[in-house]
Structure formats: C-alpha cells, structure tokens
T-cell receptor
Framework: DAGITQSPRHKVTETGTPVTLRCHQT?????MYWYRQDPGHGLRLIHY???????DKGEVSDGYSVSRSKTEDFLLTLESATSSQTSVYFC?????????????FGPGTRLLVL | AQKVTQAQTEISVVEKEDVTLDCVYE???????LFWYKQPPSGELVFLIR??????QNEISGRYSWNFQKSTSSFNFTITASQVVDSAVYFC?????????????FGEGTQLTVNP
C-alpha cells in the first residue's frame, strides 16, 4: 500500500462544467502523476509533478490543468469537461528519486461526462 | 519515441493451463525499465515486476515468470498452472532514463480470462 487516495472515486458531470480530481499521498513522495485509462489505449500520461509547484505536461494534456501546492496533494482540473474526457483517472507516485523506481497507483476515479 | 505493443487483446484459457502474455517494446535509450502491472476486475493497478535494461536474467516468482530478451525487444510474462484468480487485464509498461519525469508508456493491455 503506497498510501495513495483519490477523491472522488466516482463522478458524473455535465459537459461544460469544471471538475477537479484530488490525489493525496501520505509518504512524502516527490514525483506524482496523473494518467487516464481508456479502452484500446492502456494508460496515458496527462501531467506529472516533480515537486511543489513543479509540473509538466504528458502526452494527453490538452483540456487539463494541474496544481501542486503541497507535497501530499496533486490536483487535476478539467476546466470545461467534454464527453471525450469520460475515462478512468489514475494517480501515481514514484517510489523514490531514481528514474528506475517503480510507480504505484491509486485506486482510480471513474468520471462520466454527459 | 517509446512504444509498447501487446498484440494479444484477449486470451482465454482453462484453469491449470500455462499462458504467456507477449510484450514488445521500442526505445532509443540504452537505459530503460520494463514493468508489468495487473488490473483485476476490481480495477486497481497492482505492480508485479520491474526489470532494467542491463539485467537480462529471467525471473521466477511462484507461478509467474518473466523472459526478457533485448535481442527481440521483448519482455514476456508466463503464468504457469493458471488459476481463476489470475483473470485480469495485464499491462506491460516502459520508462526511459532520458525521458523527463521517467513517465511510463503502457501497452494496450491483455485481458486474460481463466475459466474453471
């Protein structure tokens, strides 16, 4: 158990509304990631963070923003949700500073945009 | 650019059969890391194994074994004497030492169904 929680676990929203997903970790990991999982695509990186206020884009970052004001929290925001953002969202932490370290995942958030 | 291919979308076996899940990767880096994750029907992602590019030794853990071959860019996963509890989606993933953030690139996953 890597001490990762995600909230909410399930959410239904309407197109055009803003949505914020929260990832919380208890073990002071520096690196945190947001992925989305869609059928036929596996998991794809949205954004990641390498420290407080330090973030960078992944391969599918359009329509998403992130913030990290505290080590333990990494927020993913959909400024104006679209149906194409219906997905399962996973947060992950990297278990250490070395690039070889394993990423461990939170339980996921299932988002439905109507 | 890094890429992972899991050509087997779905595999169905009968309990106690052996099954191999294929994973082929592409990378330009000489230093990289390969992973397998399991996603059971409950939805969480469970880490199974990590291999670095300098270590081509095969690994066995109980009924699980992994065959890493740099010559064919493959990192295959075999389950011996499969059980119903092995039913899950299995993902192979790659990270490169030179890629910022050491992000993971995942294959599309293989849905394994083990029937009683």
């Amino acid at each position: 158990d890597a001490g990762i929680t995600q909230s909410p676990r399930h959410k239904v929203t309407e197109t055009g509304t803003p949505v914020t997903l929260r990832c919380h970790q208890t073990e002071n990991h520096r690196y945190m990631y947001w992925y989305r999982q869609d059928p036929g695509h596996g998991l794809r990186l949205i954004h990641y963070s390498y420290g407080v206020k330090d973030t960078d884009k992944g391969e599918v970052s359009d329509g998403y923003s992130v913030s990290r004001s505290k080590t333990e929290d990494f927020l993913l925001t959909l400024e104006s949700a679209t149906s194409s953002q219906t997905s399962v969202y996973f947060c992950a932490i990297r278990n250490g500073l070395a690039v070889s370290e394993t990423q461990y995942f939170g339980p996921g958030t299932r988002l439905l945009v109507l | 650019a890094q890429k992972v291919t899991q050509a087997q979308t779905e595999i169905s076996v009968v309990e106690k059969e052996d099954v191999t899940l294929d994973c082929v990767y592409e990378t330009r880096d000489t230093t990289y890391y390969l992973f397998w994750y399991k996603q059971p029907p409950s939805g969480e992602l469970v880490f199974l194994i990590r291999r670095n590019s300098f270590d081509e030794q095969n690994e066995i853990s109980g009924r699980y074994s992994w065959n890493f071959q740099k010559s064919t860019s493959s990192f295959n996963f075999t389950i011996t004497a499969s059980q119903v509890v092995d039913s899950a989606v299995y993902f192979c993933a790659l990270s490169e030492a030179e890629t910022s953030g050491s992000r993971l690139t995942f294959g599309e996953g293989t849905q394994l169904t083990v029937n009683p």
